[in-house]
């Protein structure tokens, strides 16, 4: 049972058009969410989270859209860069618990210049 | 502040072979984690640790993976005897201070078992 969710298992968009990557969630208990980036043969680095008692989050680039009622959670880069060409997992945590994080399957973003 | 380190960076046996994972967390940080990550698809928790105690090892084959944590700094992780389907990037990663959520991964491990 997949309880994070990435059904997009790529995604290819144009350097300076904003990027949308989604990820759903089936767990109601899950709390916090988090966003990581991995580069090939580099482990994967925190890029942004957002607590439940939020809807959104923003950090410069990189926002993260949390809709409770739907169980979902979407990234958007704007404006995208080469640079973010990478695979992103979203991630979910249950705080209250052991604080381990659930991973969905990740998604590959290309950033075509 | 240097991250977190794993050794070795790629490693093939043969099946029914043993292997094992070293993780340096980053210092200070209590909390240890191993994930394993098949290809395609994000990595899956196998062992927690807070100090040198196990908190979750609820997804750790236990009859052939063990991971120890001894004095709440560096941890291993053993594979004895290998498959074929362990196969994988074996991730540590850490966080520390109270209130800070986010996980600091190392580089991982390429484990390829043939």
């Known amino acids: 049972d997949q309880q994070v969710k990435q059904n997009s298992p790529s995604l290819s968009v144009q350097e300076g058009r904003i990027s949308i990557l989604n990820c759903d969630y089936t767990?109601?208990?899950?709390?916090?969410f988090l966003w990581y980036k991995k580069y090939p043969a580099e482990g994967p680095t925190f890029l942004i989270s957002i607590s439940s008692i939020k809807d959104k989050n923003e950090d410069g680039r990189f926002t993260v859209f949390l809709n409770k009622s739907a169980k979902h959670l979407s990234l958007h880069i704007v404006p995208s860069q080469p640079g973010d060409s990478a695979v992103y997992f979203c991630a979910a945590s249950e705080l209250s618990n052991t604080g381990k994080l659930i991973f969905g399957q990740g998604t590959t973003l290309q950033v075509k210049p | 502040e240097a991250g977190v380190a794993q050794s070795p960076r790629y490693k093939i046996i043969e099946k029914r072979q043993s292997v094992a994972f070293w993780c340096n967390p980053i210092?200070?940080?209590?909390?240890l984690y191993w994930y394993q990550q098949i290809l395609g698809q994000g990595p899956k928790l196998l062992i927690q640790?807070?100090?040198?105690?196990?908190?979750?090892d609820s997804q750790l084959p236990k009859d052939r993976f063990s991971a120890e944590r001894l004095k709440g700094v560096d941890s291993t992780l053993k594979i004895q005897p290998a498959k074929l389907e362990d196969s994988a990037v074996y991730l540590c990663a850490s966080t520390g201070t109270s209130g800070v959520h986010e996980q600091y991964f190392g580089p991982g491990t390429r484990l390829t078992v043939t």
């Open positions: 210092s200070g940080h209590a909390t």
């Open positions: 640790f807070q100090n040198n105690g196990v908190v979750d």
């Open positions: 767990n109601s208990m899950f709390d916090y």
